[in-house]
């Protein structure tokens, strides 16, 4: 797998936005240019205000230096993202999409613009229904200085974001979005990437494919994370909404998270759950060089503090490279650069329904890190990392080691399987691995030992 076939495809991009016109043939268009000539508006948000729904907003080349606000259906089009250019110096977001204070925002499509600058996220949608964001440059957000752990801790952040303190919500954010459309963006130099979470109601449905997601320091690349519901208050808060039934697919995603630690994908609940992360579906991304593992799933409360379980159910980690990524740690401390952690830290609660399977692990310490109460299923990887392959981490954790690991039918780095001579090796109990295979699935189907 190369950077270069992730690379985002125009063409598709092209599809869609014919699509979206064509569905929109019977209503208005408006433009907008700097200078506000030629029947056009000064102001993305003045010609966003003139609308009506459904209508068509082309934004002429130059540089706006604005917060624009969406309420309403509307396609907002720039004219590529080297040319339309929002400029949120000092201001809160880029583009807020707002179905928090219009209830029932659907059908909002924004391509083709840089958005940078802004003082937390620089595309946010929240709580809005088959939003599209194609096409963009989300670049240098989240510019406010904030603090890591957790609570909110970013000055001026709105009491909906109630934890955002290590990324002040991230360079493009979900919350409570249902069936969006995330693609052929290019992402970096934010705290981190994209952020689904779920503080004002379930995001559930969402598609995030084929972006770039690289050198955004101080968090994840792509991060899944459940959130206290507004409102609510300790010792445990109210059961969050969840963030469920997601695809993240065919992503590049790199160098995230080395200032502070980040994934390139994470699955988090967040310490003040009970919360909820649950079929999810990571699928034929590139995770490479992220400062903590490729995937990393995170639960860290439970019955273990007397505390309800985190739900962290049925998710799938499935056909992607991973390498070279950094080690874990605190709760969910890893031994060394780990490809994928499943991890259920201090709490206990149980990771159940796991599958990881097809993805291929080279350069890694740990290709698969497993610390949870419950059986994980890995099968039909390519673990080349070519120290341990699999590695039940729950005495290093601190846990106790109640959890299995079904690692058969794995290619370990040779034909003679792990632990043996020039193969990756098994470590901890409870680990099953044989039988194996004795071909790599990244050549053929393999063969069983």
């Known amino acids: 797998m190369s950077i270069v076939q992730l690379r985002p495809s125009f063409v598709f991009n092209s599809l869609l936005l014919i699509a979206t016109i064509s569905q929109l043939a019977s209503a208005n268009t408006l433009c907008v240019n700097p200078g506000g000539s030629k029947g056009c508006y ?21 540089v706006y230096a604005e917060a624009v606000v969406i309420g309403k259906p509307l396609a907002l089009l720039g004219a590529g993202a ?3 250019i929002i400029d949120a110096n000092n201001l809160p977001n880029g583009i807020l999409v707002d179905g928090l204070n219009n209830p029932g925002l659907h059908d909002v499509t924004v391509s083709g613009f840089t958005v940078k600058n802004a003082l937390y996220e620089g595309v946010l949608l929240l709580s809005t229904v088959d939003v599209t964001v194609t096409g963009n440059h989300i670049i240098s957000n989240d510019l406010i200085p904030h603090t890591f752990g957790s609570g909110s801790a970013c000055k001026g952040q709105p009491a909906y974001e109630t934890d955002e303190s290590g ?3 991230g360079g493009l954010h979900l919350i409570g979005a249902v069936g969006s459309v995330i693609s052929d963006n290019f992402i970096s130099e934010n705290a981190d990437g994209i952020l689904i979470s779920d503080e004002t109601q379930e995001s559930r449905g969402n598609l995030v494919v084929r972006n770039v997601v690289i050198d955004n320091p101080e968090e994840c690349g792509i991060v899944m994370a459940s959130h206290p519901p507004v409102g609510s208050v300790p ?3 109210a059961p969050h909404y969840g963030v469920d039934n997601n695809t993240i697919s065919e992503n590049v995603v790199s160098k995230n998270g080395v200032k502070v630690g980040g994934a390139g994908t994470g699955l988090f609940s967040d310490g003040e759950g009970p919360g909820r992360v649950s079929h999810n579906v990571i699928i034929r991304n590139e995770l490479t060089e992220n400062g903590i593992p490729g995937v990393a799933l995170h639960t860290h409360v439970g019955p273990n503090f007397g505390a309800p379980a985190d739900d962290m159910s049925a998710n799938m980690i499935i056909g992607n490279f991973i390498s070279r990524n950094g080690p874990d740690g605190d709760d969910t401390a890893t031994p060394g650069s780990t490809g994928i952690n499943i991890n259920s830290g201090g709490g206990g609660s149980p990771v159940l329904g796991t599958v990881i399977s097809q993805n291929i692990i080279r350069d890694e310490d ?4 497993v610390n949870t109460p419950a059986e994980v299923d890995a099968h039909l990887n390519d673990l080349d990392g070519g120290k ?14 109640t959890g299995t690991i079904d690692a058969t039918e794995n290619y370990w780095g040779c034909h003679k399987g792990p632990n043996s001579n020039g193969c990756s090796s098994t470590s901890g109990p409870n680990i099953l691995f044989t039988p194996w295979l004795e071909k790599p699935i990244s050549s053929s189907k393999g063969a069983s030992h």
């Not at 740990?366 to 890190?369: H, K, P, R």
């Not at 392959?389 to 080691?401: E, Q, R």
């Open 42 to 62: 000064a102001t993305i948000q003045s010609a966003v205000n003139a609308a009506s729904s459904n209508d068509v907003i082309n934004v002429w080349a130059g």
């Open 82 to 84: 080297e040319h339309s």
């Open 167 to 169: 990324d002040c919500g």
């Open 235 to 237: 010792p445990f808060f």
């Open 366 to 369: 740990v290709d698969i890190a």
């Open 388 to 401: 341990i392959g699999v590695d039940n981490v729950c005495t290093l954790d601190g846990a106790a080691c």
